[in-house]
């Protein structure tokens, strides 16, 4: 009887026992099911995260392309219109030279060759100019990352404050603003990506030209809104300064400018993703660095500093 | 005669000597060129009872055209020299704003020079 109800007792504590080693192996890969679910998840959302942060960059990629674009007309005409005169005036001239030289005026013809050499040039230096505003527009739209190859800093500052500033001349009649280059004729050209390094300066010249902008609105009739860019050489590192004497940036948001989405700009004016994507731009694209002095009411300065 | 010419692209003025030289040679027109609204302004305080035709672009860094234009209108009343506009941007709100600031003639860039002479002429007679 004892044994009957020992060996009862024993079946029952294994079936108890068998039952409770199901019901946590059933937990257990329960478990494993829900983290692993938990994981595809994540991934999922990692993956979105992903998707939507190049269509950010996309989207801040055809913003600024927007801006440009009234710039680019008129950053167009301009060099069109004297590859269009010159080339005429030269076509009279060659008429000119021969009249001349039936005449037996050699001189005179001389001079002339002279003068359509001059105007030759000065076609090919505008042709030159309108091609690479259209390339540089292209390159700004295109979505595709591509490589460093040597820089004119000195040039690319100069195209882009001009399309900055046509640009924003082009949306608002009543914007305008002095602009000044003081550019280091003697820098070496330096590895960059020229597009993003492109849209960097394109962002550091709109901001400067808005801020200036703003300052204009509420200022006295005194005020001369004034947007610089200065290049120099130091240390075996290349400096670009980009100055306005607009409202400066309250010493509160200092810290704040450079974060994703953070913008002073009215709801639909501004991504918020300018400056942050131009600090990844240089620092993290080109091993450089963005430093900003400022005071509020008088004025910004950005100083980009990409090593050699 | 003398033309001012008023614009900020440099390349400008060989352009005009060149596409004015047969003008230029026979004295009929004689030009003088400033590279800004401030310059021009500066040129006109010294010049101005020589200067009979200004011919000033718009889109220009600092003062504007428009400004320019505005300024010669209420500061040499006597006589009024002719003002034409020449723009990269034809559009109608700079005609507009160009109009009604004073301006004799609003030209839009790549300028054409066989028009350009036939209003210059125009305002000769």
Redesign the interface.
């Known amino acids: 009887m004892r044994l009957k109800t020992f060996l009862l007792n024993l079946i029952k504590g294994k079936r108890i026992l068998e039952h409770g080693v199901q019901i946590h192996t059933e937990e257990v890969v329960q478990q494993g099911d829900s983290l692993e679910s938990q994981l595809n998840e994540f991934e999922k959302t990692r993956n979105e995260l992903e998707i939507a942060k190049k269509q950010l960059i996309q989207l801040e990629k055809m913003a600024s392309l927007g801006e440009l674009t009234a710039g680019i007309?008129?950053e167009i005409?301009?060099p069109?219109?004297?590859v269009?005169?010159?080339s005429?005036?030269n076509a009279e001239?060659i008429d000119e030279m021969q009249q001349e030289i039936d005449k037996g005026n050699f001189e005179e013809a001389k001079a002339i060759a002279c003068?359509i050499k001059?105007?030759q040039q000065?076609i090919n230096q505008?042709g030159k100019r309108a091609d690479s505003i259209v390339k540089n527009m292209l390159l700004h739209s295109r979505d595709n990352s591509s490589e460093m190859q040597p820089t004119d800093i000195n040039a690319l500052a100069d195209e882009y404050l001009r399309l900055s500033?046509?640009g924003l001349?082009?949306k608002d009649?009543t914007f305008?603003?002095?602009?000044m280059t003081n550019l280091d004729s003697n820098l070496p050209k330096v590895n960059v990506i020229p597009q993003d390094f492109g849209r960097v300066l394109l962002n550091l010249f709109n901001n400067a030209f808005y801020a200036v902008h703003q300052k204009q609105k509420t200022a006295d009739a005194n005020y001369k809104p004034e947007v610089s860019v200065t290049t120099s050489l130091e240390n075996g590192q290349i400096i670009i300064m980009v100055k306005d004497n607009g409202s400066g940036i309250p010493e509160n948001i200092k810290d704040k400018i450079m974060q994703p989405f953070f913008t002073t700009k009215p709801t639909g004016e501004g991504t918020g993703l300018g400056l942050s994507l131009s600090y990844d731009m240089v620092v993290k694209g080109h091993g450089g660095n963005i430093d900003i002095k400022t005071k509020e009411g008088e004025y910004t300065q950005f100083i980009i500093t990409i090593p050699i | 005669m003398k033309i001012l010419v008023v614009d900020d692209?440099a390349?400008v003025q060989?352009?005009f000597i060149?596409?004015f030289r047969k003008e230029i040679r026979s004295g009929e027109f004689d030009f003088a060129f400033s590279l800004s609204g401030e310059d021009a302004l500066e040129y006109l305080e010294k010049n101005h009872s020589e200067v009979v035709l200004i011919l000033s672009d718009i889109?220009m860094?600092?003062?504007?055209g428009i400004e320019l234009l505005s300024r010669i209108r209420h500061t040499y009343e006597k006589p009024p020299p002719v003002v034409m506009m020449i723009t990269?941007?034809g559009d109608e709100?700079?005609r507009r704003?160009a109009m009604q600031n004073g301006a004799n003639e609003f030209l839009t860039?790549?300028?054409d020079?066989t028009l350009l002479k036939e209003k210059l002429k125009t305002f000769v007679e």
């Not at chain 1, 305008?176 to 602009?179: E, I, L, Q, Y």
């Not at chain 2, 860094?61 to 504007?64: I, V």
């Open positions: 007309a008129h005409q301009n069109l219109n004297f269009n005169n010159f005429e005036v001239l003068a001059e105007n000065k505008h500033y046509h001349r082009a009649k305008n603003s002095a602009m | 692209e390349d060989p352009l060149q596409r889109n860094p600092g003062m504007t990269a941007y709100e700079n704003q860039k790549p300028l020079f």
